[in-house]
């Protein structure tokens, strides 16, 4: 059995295959994710053990990759449910027989929504954003509809200091209203706020878990909400658009190719991803072709 690797912010060389109790792990970047093996999740959710090392793993490489997994949907959510209770979505719902078992099937006569092809983290509109998720490929495209995950921690640590220096207390609203809300009347989209209104996070968050800062802001996140001060406001364009340019610099650091990864879907391959310290990209790219998965998505906590 070959030594743990060292956590992925390091050399190069020190990205390759080892092992981790019973599992095989492959990284496959130097930043971000990596690709286990010797691992059925069905019996990971009945083995404490197993569950522990998964978890390990999930915190150094942030997503972590699995094939061949031809579990039941009741293994899934008991698997997911090791991390913590499951939340429904209120839009999406979930399988009337596996509540927390979001269905996304993108058929050829689904609507022509684009929920997924932004980089975000999920469901930032929460007071209590999820903190992570099962995704399992039930159908895949021939080619095409792969998944991109994105390091925000990365993202944060290698931002210029000064930008660190001015974004260290900033606050930012995140709407569910202006996102799924945005294609229904209005009625209803007053009503999806009024259940969920605005949740107001830090732009900087600390991981629970690891302690590291995470630039936690996404296509979710529609303002800051303490910019406009005498430090940073000397004339009314210092805020507007001064304070939106910040903004969306800031959410285009996910596009840095070197914080991803790039996962090519085939059936029963399954992704865990930590979603306070990630965000992540469906490629919908496929059409006209079937792309079927399940998501159970973990509660998670207030960020701070």
């Known amino acids: 059995m070959e030594k743990t690797v060292a956590p992925l912010q390091g050399a190069p060389a020190s990205v390759r295959a080892h092992s981790r109790g019973s ?8 930043t ?18 197993l569950v522990a090392e998964i978890r390990a793993l999930l915190l150094q490489y942030k997503v ?26 209120p839009v999406a719902g979930s399988d009337p027989d596996h509540p927390g078992l979001v269905r996304i099937y993108k058929e050829l006569d689904s609507a022509p929504e684009h929920y997924e092809n932004a980089l975000h983290t999920d469901a930032t509109w929460r007071e209590n954003p999820p ?17 991109i995950w994105v390091n925000m921690a990365e993202a944060y640590s290698r931002l210029p200091e000064h930008i660190k220096t001015q974004i260290h207390d900033l606050r930012a609203r995140h709407s569910i209203e202006a996102t799924f809300g945005a294609v229904m009347p209005q009625e209803k989209r007053h009503a999806l706020k009024a259940r969920f209104p605005d949740a107001e996070h830090p732009v ?53 190719p070197e914080y991803q990864v790039r996962w090519r879907w085939t059936p029963n391959s399954v992704a865990i991803w930590d979603n306070r310290s990630t965000q992540h990209y469906a490629v919908q790219d496929y059409w006209p072709a079937v792309r079927r998965m399940e998501r159970a998505g973990i509660v998670g906590d207030r960020p701070f």
């Open 23 to 30: 599992i095989k792990v492959e990284p496959l970047t130097c």
């Open 32 to 49: 971000i994710g990596a690709e286990l093996s010797g691992v059925n999740l069905g019996d990971a959710s009945r083995d404490d053990g």
């Open 64 to 89: 972590l990759f699995l094939r061949d997994q031809d579990i039941t949907r009741a293994e899934h959510v008991a698997f997911a449910e090791r991390f913590g209770p499951l939340e429904d979505h």
């Open 131 to 147: 903190m992570g998720a099962v995704l399992r490929c039930i159908e895949s495209p021939p080619v095409g509809g792969d998944t």
């Open 204 to 256: 900087v968050r600390t991981h629970p878990e690891t302690g590291e800062q995470i630039l936690f802001v996404n296509a979710f996140t529609t303002h800051f909400v303490n910019y406009h001060t005498p430090g940073n406001v000397r004339f009314g364009q210092d805020y507007a658009p001064g304070a939106g340019l910040l903004l969306n610099y800031l959410i285009s650091q996910a596009a840095v």
